[in-house]
């Protein structure tokens, strides 16, 4: 019938478009917003892809996310950065083995005013408790991203219950790092952000990092292959030849070189 | 204000440029949704006139409930496509999550029901129209569908555009089933809201003019053709 | 053929149609036999039009039946036709219209194409064959059903109140056809509110008034002396629902 060529010819035409890909081998890493949208991956991937003729697509979205996205086994590669949740996730079995990758650092950014007064400070905790005695608006994640763990974890750490104090200046804005910088710049609030989002970040607004240093916005991010016992499909040898490749000098070396104007923004501590 | 001077600004850059990078989100843009248009209007199409025509038991709820579904938000509509075709999920097999197809199935479901109820409604009132006398020549309901369609072609040019307008513009199905991954699953809505979350504000604003101007060279074409046809056959 | 005797005579057994508790069409006895050219004539609202589409069978009657009691009775669908008071036509040519309804029927090839040519040919519509059906005039479209109606040589053929819409000249030609085509052998069966149309056309008449059927003659009969008061003062001009 009628309906059924125009069906099958719908469908050509979306199989057209994923036809292109499908003689070449690819595999799919499950990574955070925070890298894809600072631009490292853009700079990285075609690197080894020459190399190794392996296509990478990159899914970026919220930590959180993207760690349940590879329990249910819809990417091969995880990478993301909250080291106590890929732990979890290697001993529950659904990845086979963490490695360490590189790092870069967290940043206490607010309004140029700074009406908490906390510019120059290296102490993040005490930052932040100036922030909510001030009680200044403070703009977070709230989306159980690596970024908001480590939010909340330095709330905890400065002995701030947001949760019953929070009220009327904490705003959980649910969305990944873009966004919420976004929400920030309009509200004129605090916030907390990597490093390498907020420098490739374009609509910064009134903002400016205030505090920074402190060993505790130390921010981690590990590579983990999924596990091809939970999930055969994985592609064990080409997700393996990209965690091989990020961890070796090459790969260490290409993030190094990765500058956004003129600043490095992740520093590459794989251990060989 | 600054930023909407700028769009512009940006948008003409992105035109005369014919950035490869662009020319390929667009592309896969109009395929994606084109191609879910395709599919809707083969499904929607016959069932909104066999509803319009068919007696049956539960017509009239299932017509409201496809009133209802116009209103699906993307997002929905896109987390249940992802629940179904993950890994883990009963569709999981097909690998189809993250690739444009799945794209095209998620707008699908969409814009179906918008096709289906509009149509619906249009055969209603054609067959008020004509079924006396279709039915006086010896035409039965099943019949006279082709027919009808094919002589309310007009209004259902309009209502295919409706159709691939809430595709085009959608971003919420298409983010999640796609993944929005650079150069493979990347649409003019995602590219959009990518360089928001990117702070790129005039250029989000350009790239959405000149979607705009896409939705607009769609329509007009659409308008020309029903314009010359209907000049030459009343 | 078809416009042998084969479905005819059409019977009407306390033939009623009510719809939320209003009858319509009060208990209406009748048979309509082959040959003359009956018009149903009445008042408007008198409930004409209802009774024709009972007769065509577009509308089945709440009480009592209708039944064709000729010996192909079980092809009476396919052995009538319809015109209605405005054309109904697709948005095709005139010729495809009439194409349209050809093809329905289970006509095709040589046949198909002469029935084409003869029907437009007949209906004076030929050099209009190629346009648009709907550019066409009022009295224009209403030959084209006409012509419609011909092509499939139907034993019977309905006609609502066909000239209503049409201006003297139109509602001339119109009879004109109509007057052919009960020429070539197809039973006329048509409604009017219009006494001169009436005494042109009918060689029979049912008169209604109020859903009954109040007095049935031939035509002279009719006209020259009714037999109830009713008919009387319709034919008077007094006569206001």
Known sequence: MKAIRLILAGLALAAGAN?????????????????????????????????????????????????????????????????????????????VERFDVMYNDFVLIGPKGDPAKIRGGRDVTAALRKIAKARAVFASRGDDSGTHKKELGLWRAAKVDVKTTGGQWYRETGSGMGAALNTASGLNAYILSDRATWVAFKNKGNLAVLVEGDRRLFNQYGVILVNPKKHPHVKVKDGNAFITWLTSTEGQKTIAAFKVKGRQLFFPNAKR | MVVVANAFGEALHLLTSFDAELMG???????????????????????????????FPGRRPIAVFLNALMGLPPVVVGLFVYLALSRAGPFGFFELLFTPT?????????ITPIIAALTRQLTEDLWREYGEQLR???????????????????????????????????????????????????????????????????????????LMLLALIVTAAAYLVRETAVRQLG | MATNNGIQPLHLEQVSYAVRGRTLIDAIDATITAGERTIILGPNGAGKSLLLRLCHGLIAPTGGRVAWGGPFAREARKRQAMVFQRPVML???????????????????????????????????????????????????????????WALEPEVLFLDEPTANLDPAASREVERIIGAIHASGTKIVMTSHDLGQARRLADEVL?????????RSPAEAFFERPRTDTADAFMRGELYW
């Open chain 3, 91 to 149: 948005r095709r040519s005139a010729a495809a219209n009439i194409d349209y309804a050809l093809g329905l029927r289970g006509f095709s090839g040589a046949d198909r194409k002469a029935r084409l040519a003869e029907a437009l040919r007949n209906t004076g519509l030929a050099e209009l064959a190629g346009r648009p059906a709907r550019v066409l005039s009022g009295g224009e479209q209403q030959r084209l059903a006409l012509a419609r109606a």
């Open chain 3, 207 to 215: 008169f209604l008034h109020g859903g009954r059927l109040v007095e």
């Open chain 1, 19 to 95: 036809a292109g890909l499908a003689a070449e081998r690819t595999i799919r890493i499950a990574s955070t917003t925070s890298t894809e949208n600072s631009g490292l991956f853009k700079h990285i991937l075609p690197a080894f892809e020459k190399t190794s003729g392996i296509r990478v697509q990159v899914v970026a979205v919220g930590t959180g996310q993207a760690i349940r996205l590879a329990q249910r086994g819809d990417a091969d590669v995880l990478l993301v950065h909250h080291k106590p949740s890929e732990v979890t996730f290697v001993r529950e079995g659904f990845g």
């Open chain 2, 102 to 110: 799945a794209m095209v199935i998620a707008q699908t479901i969409l």
């Open chain 2, 136 to 210: 006086s020549l010896g035409s039965g309901a099943g019949r006279a569908i082709p027919t009808l369609l094919w002589d309310g072609r007009y209004a259902l040019v309009t209502v295919l555009l409706a159709g691939l307008g809430r595709a085009m513009a959608e971003v919420g199905a298409v983010i999640i089933v796609g993944g929005n991954i650079a150069g493979y699953t990347r649409v003019m809505t995602t590219t959009i809201a990518l360089e928001t979350s990117k702070g790129n504000l005039s250029l989000a604003l350009g790239l959405g003019i000149v």
């Open chain 2, 25 to 55: 989100i667009i592309g896969l843009s109009l395929q994606v949704s084109l191609g879910a248009l395709v599919v809707a209007a083969a499904i929607g199409l016959p069932f909104g006139a066999a509803l319009a025509l068919y007696e």
